[in-house]
């Protein structure tokens, strides 16, 4: 079967970004980004893989067939609007972790445009080999998103051609992933203050042999993506109260991770100590 080569742009070869280009990359496309206001780590990821650079939104926009979207969920209805703006016509995919209500919206600031949106749902780490990271996809065009991933290590499935479906999948798995970590994390927190954490762990061990080691591990690994995690578990509030189902726990789950955005961007996972601690401070903080 020949496949077509396409243009691709992708917004923004941040961590996950640039792991989704090297996948479209090996899979045959042309891939673009736009270096316009972007950090220079931002750029130095795109140059490391060789991407082709345009200057400005407007020319990415009239350059690619497809765009896709991967930036902070907060960030993602903005994103699409500039695109908008530009006049860009071609398949617009967007990845973020966002509600199915929010990528709806989405769809309906694209009627009456030459745009076809696609939603998508990243699930796992950054794709570095086959059978570790999955990207879901729904919409009419949501194969024509998936060609563009046939060759490298980035998994892609198809669910149908409505658009909610990929991204209400995305919500579901990360309220048990990323909801966990922020339970535990809140849990663990109330115990050192209580001074019995280490009572506790003990006891996690007696049921569960491992349960700490697994769950701080968790905790130290979200801690440094907190910062976008906070904006993620609004969208899965915002999910749950669309199917009519109490809320309450992913907004303060969100407020679990607003209280660790300190640790954006540190080289190395801080330890569990430091975690709590940052959890609790801001806690007394708010008083």
Known sequence: MIMMTRTVGILHPGEMGSAIAASAIQSGMNVVWCAQQRSAATASRANALGLKTANSLQELCELCDILISVCPPHAAIEQAKQVIACGFKGVYADINAIAPDTVCTMEDSMNNTDIQLVDGGIIGLPPT?????????????????????????????????????????????????????????????????????QA????????????????????RQVARKAWRFSGEMKEI????????LPRGFFD????????????????????????????????????
């Open 129 to 197: 080999k086959p059978g570790t990271t999955w990207l879901y996809l729904s919409g009419k065009q949501a194969q024509t998103v998936a060609d563009c991933f046939n060759q490298g290590p980035l998994e892609t499935e198809v669910l149908g051609d409505q658009i909610g479906q990929a991204s209400g999948l995305k919500m579901c798995f990360a309220a048990n992933s990323k909801g966990t970590a922020a339970l535990h994390t809140a849990i663990l927190s109330a115990a050192e203050n209580m001074g019995v954490r």
């Open 200 to 219: 506790l762990e003990k006891q996690w061990d007696i049921y569960t042999t491992g349960f700490t080691e697994k769950s701080q591990g968790r905790i």
């Open 237 to 244: 509030a915002a999910t749950l109260e669309a199917n009519e």
């Open 252 to 287: 303060a789950a969100a407020e679990i991770y607003e209280r660790q955005t300190g640790f954006k961007d540190i080289p190395d996972e801080p330890g569990i100590e430091a975690i709590l601690d940052a959890v609790n401070a801001s806690g007394k903080n708010k008083d």
